[in-house]
Nanobody
Framework: VQLQASGGGLVQAGDSLRLSCAAS????????MGWFRQAPTKERDFVAA????????YYSDSVKGRFTISRDNAKNTVYLQMNSLKPEDTAVYYC???????????????WGQGTLVTVSS
């Protein structure tokens, strides 16, 4: 599976961004998808995940109510809609693929290259 993340950029606090992650190489619809982020000098942390049907979603407490994960299996793409962005959301965002929906990054098998989101105050 190859994953290509896009949509990052420089925005101001309170703005919105939508990240996309296009998958190729396998049957995308059979896999759970996750978004993680890594700020400078910090660990890669869980942000959101979605089951292969799209019927189950998980969010970290820090983004719940502001971010929405969704997927379009026909387009082999997962999205992360980010609203009300804060400076502490600044990080490189990575999409990932795994067999089951989980918040644990070690259980995701494939990773995209990351897209940088910078939120200025």
């Amino acid at each position: 599976v190859q994953l290509q993340a896009s949509g990052g950029g420089l925005v101001q606090a309170g703005d919105s961004l939508r990240l996309s992650c296009a998958a190729s190489g396998r049957t995308f619809s059979n896999y759970a998808m996750g978004w993680f982020r890594q700020a400078p000098t910090k660990e890669r942390d869980f942000v959101a995940a979605i089951s292969w049907t799209g019927g189950t979603t998980y969010y970290s407490d820090s983004v719940k109510g502001r971010f929405t994960i969704s997927r379009d299996n026909a387009k082999n793409t997962v999205y992360l809609q980010m609203n009300s962005l804060k400076p502490e959301d600044t990080a490189v965002y990575y999409c990932s693929v795994g067999p089951l929906i989980t918040t644990t990054k070690e259980r995701y098998n494939y990773w995209g290259q990351g897209t940088l989101v910078t939120v200025s105050s």
